[in-house]
């Protein structure tokens, strides 16, 4: 590969999709981000968390945690915010659209209550398709070993996860990935190998993106060959 061509980025289209299918793709608890425009002009940007779509039309979040000033000055009634949220599913996207706040609920919990627009921009991340996984793995960095789960892989990355309390990695640290061989114990598919070029933190665990060396893709390609489709997600041939 040029260096001409490690240096070009990858071509983002972004197209308009209904609602229905472009909330599908944000995952419950997922992170998102809220910017708010007051009337007067000013606005604010905060992140919080999506907590999902209500059957009477509505988009419910977590209420930020920000301080107290700033929740009653910026998140009023009526105010309209734009709410960005990415996509792990698929091909990846940035979904993005505009809406209004109908409602701050303060008990039993903080939610916010967002109106659902009829449509959503959703720009597309990656130039191949990620498919669901869900394959018992062990994650090797540096002299240390950590059981993982692979929760999804491409051709060129992948997404693992690890509990909440456990190893803690940094985006740019090596590591490679060891797939249990299915019922054969002990055994492993080459390890795919690479970079983390990202991380989601959720209540239960943390998720972490791998972008894969040029020895991490020939073996994920090796991989992707025994993996087949059972109806909802890949999973390792019998």
């Known amino acids: ?129 990620r498919y669901e996984v869900n394959l018992e793995a062990t994650l090797l960095s540096g002299h240390n070993q950590t059981r993982c789960e692979l929760r999804d892989m491409s051709k060129s990355g992948c997404r693992f996860i690890l509990p909440a309390l456990g190893k803690s990695l940094v985006i740019g640290q090596e590591v490679a990935l060891n797939v249990a061989a299915g019922a054969y114990k002990g055994r492993y598919f080459p390890p795919l190998s690479g970079l983390i070029c990202n991380q989601q933190k959720s209540s239960h665990y943390t998720a972490y993106g791998i972008k894969f060396d040029e020895k991490g893709e020939a073996n994920a390609k090796e991989l992707l060959s025994h993996l087949k489709f059972d109806g909802t997600k890949l999973k390792l041939r019998a």
Request: charged share 20%.
């Open 1 to 129: 590969m040029t260096q001409q061509q490690k240096s070009n980025p990858p071509s983002r289209t972004t197209q308009t999709l209904n609602s229905t299918d472009a909330l599908a793709m944000i995952e419950h608890g997922g992170d998102v981000t809220l910017t708010v425009n007051t009337p007067v002009g000013t606005s604010f940007r905060c992140a919080t968390q999506f907590i999902g779509a209500h059957s009477e039309h509505r988009i419910l979040l977590e209420t930020p945690k920000i301080d107290e000033s700033d929740l009653k000055y910026f998140f009023q009634e009526g105010f309209l915010l734009t709410v960005r949220a990415i996509s792990q599913r698929g091909e990846g996207g940035i979904v993005q659209f505009r809406s209004q706040l109908l409602n701050i609920v303060e008990e039993p919990l903080p939610i916010l209550v967002l109106s659902i627009p009829q449509a959503m921009q959703v720009t597309n991340l990656r130039k191949e398709p």
